[in-house]
């Protein structure tokens, strides 16, 4: 699934908040069905190896002590006493861990089935892939939709990034059709994040050939390694006219990464709202009874900035209500075509479509922030 889930048997890894491949631990222990009863032994037995992970991997160590420290003065006051089911406890957890370590990847949630395989470069099996490109394709590849809009200008709302390696077809599809505009709208709104090899390649499209671009790092504390993210050579269209990115606070992960790679590359101008503040890349963990931590184990660092948008959120250029980015970037897309095209006919054409936006009769695709 998309960042913020885990899916079943660690498949798609890359799919979490960032995407790294789920770490390697043990089979979680059986546990009690959704909704039934936890006791205080099974409470205990979960923090202690919550504990142990989050002091083994979390990508910075000197805070583990505190958050770990803060989370057992809790439990030993009696604060966790009423989580007396595995959702709850899980979702309790969850608040307090982002809390403490002011750190929205964190999360703990209940998934008896959940396994993980191999090491921490293990591949999937054939299952997993299968499982993977299933979900990846019920979501339509991360493409909520594709639109050619009035005055000749792109709209692409992608919601997600999937794994790499599944993509490549549906992205080089997507743009194929939006070749011919003007100018193009990524819409990135309602993006939670995916796969980081995934925004890279979505990122190449937007370059030209030859043109490589160094767009991000990752740093993963369990194997102390630091992966390059570079745009490459692809198949399908180079996208080299204008792009306006839509952001809002729910863009989060790697959904923040697109964004902030285009604005550091000076390739995007940002319309909307400060992101969500996410980019530290998770792993999962088995813990017992059926539960199984998120665990932040890596952190972006950009190229050019040297640091990431944890905490801060990228910032857009204009900044706008995100239900007003839209109609902002097809007017700053229009205008900009306006000043540059000697076509009278053309001319006249973005003239008509920027007096229908002025009136408020102009159609724009519906946006509804995602359910909380």
Known sequence: MFAGSIQKNAVAGALCALGLWLAAAPAAAEGPAAGQKLDAAARGAVLDALATQ?????????????TIAAVKAKAARGGYDQATTSEAFAAILTEDLRQLARDKHFGVEFDPEFRSEGGPAAAPSAAQLAEERKDAAGRAWGIA???????????????GFPSAYLVGTAYQSALSLLAGTDALILDLRRNGGGDPAGVSLLLSHFFAEGDERHLNDIYNRPTNTTRAYWTHGVAGPRYTRPVYVLTSAQTFSGGEECAYDLQTQKRAILVGETTGGGANPVDAFGLPHGFVAIVPTGRAINPVTGTNWEHVGVKPDVAVPADKALETAWRAALDKLLKESTDPEIKEGLQRTLARLDKGEAELPAYRPARR
């Open 54 to 66: 989050i002091a083994a991997n979390y990508v910075f160590p000197e805070q583990t002590g505190k």
């Open 145 to 159: 939709r594709v639109e050619r809009l009035a005055g000749n200008v792109g709209y692409l709302d992608l919601r």
